[in-house]
């Protein structure tokens, strides 16, 4: 075996050992996200209803002040 070849093998098994490290770490962390379901969706749908209620704010503020054949033009 060439030291290329040699170097080569090296670098797949590090890649190959960082990938399970991702994968475990990925693992654990849905492992805490299914525990806590019921928290996260409760979350989820609170900042969903944010951002619904700061988007019909923002369109609203700045949607009335614009004369009608502008408001739809981009």
């Known amino acids: 075996m060439t030291k290329q070849q040699s170097r080569e093998l090296g670098m797949e098994k ?5 990938i399970e490290q991702r994968m475990v770490r990925l693992d654990e962390d849905l492992e805490i996200m299914e525990r806590h379901a019921t928290d996260v969706a409760g979350v989820e749908e609170e900042e969903a209803d944010s951002m619904r209620r700061w988007d019909r704010e923002h369109k609203n ?3 009335h002040s614009v004369p009608r054949h502008l408001k739809h033009v981009r």
């Open 14 to 18: 590090g890649v190959a050992v960082e």
């Open 61 to 63: 503020a700045r949607l």
